[in-house]
């Protein structure tokens, strides 16, 4: 049969990412932050009512290693590279600290503005996030599919009509690509994709092995993640796909606030600080070199 619909869609997508996550797992601790110094200039555009608090809010669901995750040494700790440039900017800002709240990811978009000041959760930037929200980007991700180890059920990701494919409730993956392919099978007149999204993304991998999906399909460093705590059960299948920059989401209420973190991510990014956490949770390649802000015309 042709695969002309799906081949254009992921061929065309396909991206190179020299993505090295450690096999041997994650750091126990965060980046070591003790040397990074506040900027007076992007100090003082900080909102009044965060400079009193002293501590940056943000809004995280801690289960989308390495990324963000719970210690394992004390079953509390956040962790992950978006948890410690949080921390990161609120140094830069001249605040005391960050603190991350953990919401399911499907919920996040809703405490921005009110619980939380700003949400870093691996959120892709998308026409209808930022029709919404202001999203500053610092990263750049790709998506891939992952099976059970030897494929068992031969699944191709040119061919994932009428497969079963797990992903992360909220996600860019359930929300926009996987829609995407499944109406291109839909138009190849074959059957669409049986998409089955759960809140955590710990729930998918153990239905894949067990043979319940054909694949799941997450952000490509959490895949490689999860590959690493799934020994010898799990790999990847086809190339990274749909390179898409990720984004802080702040409420576009608070200017000031939107303003004094693309500029804090902009000192980051010039001073190598995102560059050596995420080299730190080995996915060194990640970093963008350029904190843009998207938001409805403004993009």
Known sequence: MRRSVLVLLLAASVILVGCSPREAGLPNAGYDLSELQSVESIAAMVPQDVKERGVLRNGAAIDYPPAEFTSHIDGKTSLGYDIDIARALAKVMGLSGAETTHTTFEKLLDQVGTNVDLSISSFTISPSRSA??????????GSQFAVAKGNPTKFDPFEPCGKTIGVQKGSYQEAELLP?????????????????????????????????????LADSPVIDYTISQFDEELETVGDIVAAAKQGIVISKDNRQLIDATALA???????GTLAAILSHYGVDSLALKTAKIYEEGKS
């Open 132 to 141: 919404n929200y202001a999203m500053i980007s610092y990263i750049e991700v």
């Open 180 to 216: 995407t392919m499944s109406q291109a099978c839909e138009q190849e007149g074959k059957d669409t994709i049986v998409i089955k999204a759960h809140q955590l993304q710990t729930e998918i991998a153990p239905k894949v092995i067990a043979g319940q999906y054909d694949a799941a």
């Open 265 to 271: 991510m902009q000192e980051l990014m010039d001073n």
